[in-house]
């Protein structure tokens, strides 16, 4: 059975725990989800197992935690100690039939429709015709993304920032796969975790080769790490909250069932190169989303929530969305 991992905060100090229903289970000798996966890889066991031998010396009120009424604060689910300069933070698009119909319209917009098929349709039907090979083959390469460093992650109840630069912002529903590569090269998957892939829509709206500057945003993953689950037919819903009400929602799919690309495939194509597969760095990649609220035509504002569910992935992934209002400058540069 998967089993389910919480970072948290209290004062500075950093305690990881096992999730059990509304308790949270403190577990000694490890700070960071991190630390534990590095260990079950020195151990030659996975981290079900190891957690298994540690035991739990201290209990907290899930509840409280959850909702920010507790001296302890959730973390994202999965980081790096040298979170800026060891942890990278990517995804691919186009994995999901509704990802591929929002993206077509977004092209058709911006003036990228002059023949039968958009860019966006042609990568699409690539990966279904050949985004789940048979076993020993590859596939084909999904589109990838660049989102940042681990500094850009942040945890359930944290706000996503509009920047005064952007044009916007909103939800993508996803699931994350959290990585860490061994100090021989080899990637090993820790977990999944619910996501928000946030980024900046109606930059890419303008002209899809924007699409690169319009993930450079904050995203959310947590709160809970799931270890040992496998992804096949995800089910869940994304909702937007404004003044305390939903006012947008809708069911939502993910795993191999509802994708176009297999995992395996995703993971092949980012590790595939060896800057990727650097010993003790971590990876969060993101694998795609099948709806969102910009493209049923509803823009997110300052002040909204943007809340994220799956079945089987842990409590829901709830972040305020805020807008730095700051009036925007030029970045001077000095010359030396």
Known sequence: M???????????????????ENRLHLLPD?????ALALAAIEKNQTIAALVETLGAD????????????????????????????????TGTGLTH????RNRDAMHEKSGAAAQPLTDSMKMFQWGVEGG??????????????????????????????????????????????LYL???????????????NEFSDHPLEERNYLYLAPSKLRH??????????????????????????KTFWSAQIATGETNMCHAIANLEHHH?????????????????????????????????????VSWEGLGRPLRNPIVEDKTPLRPTRVEVL
């Open 181 to 195: 590569i061994a100090p021989n090269g080899i990637p090993y998957r820790v977990g999944y975790a619910t996501a």
């Open 97 to 100: 039939i509704a990802s591929a």
């Open 271 to 307: 590790f595939k190169y060896a800057a990727h597969r650097g010993p003790g760095d971590a990876h969060v990649h993101f694998f795609g989303a099948d709806a969102f609220s910009f493209g049923a035509g509803v823009r997110a504002q300052d002040g909204d929530i943007a809340v």
């Open 219 to 244: 995203a959310s993953i947590g709160p809970e790490a799931i270890i040992g689950a496998e992804l096949d037919d995800v089910r869940g819903e994304v909702a937007l909250e404004r003044d305390e």
């Open 30 to 34: 490890y700070s960071s989800l991190y």
């Open 132 to 177: 789940k090979p048979a076993a020993g083959e590859i596939g084909v390469a999904p589109e990838w993304f660049y989102k940042g460093t681990g500094e850009i992650l942040r945890a359930h109840n944290q706000p996503l920032e509009i920047p005064p630069y952007a044009e916007g912002g909103g939800e993508e529903p996803e699931i994350a796969g």
């Open 2 to 20: 998967p089993i389910s991992i919480v970072q948290l905060e209290n004062a500075g100090a950093r305690r990881i725990a096992l999730v059990r």
């Open 58 to 89: 201290e209990e907290l009120d899930y509840d409280a935690v959850y909702g920010g009424a507790s001296e302890w604060r959730i973390l994202p689910a999965f980081d790096h100690p040298d979170k800026a300069a060891r942890c990278l933070v």
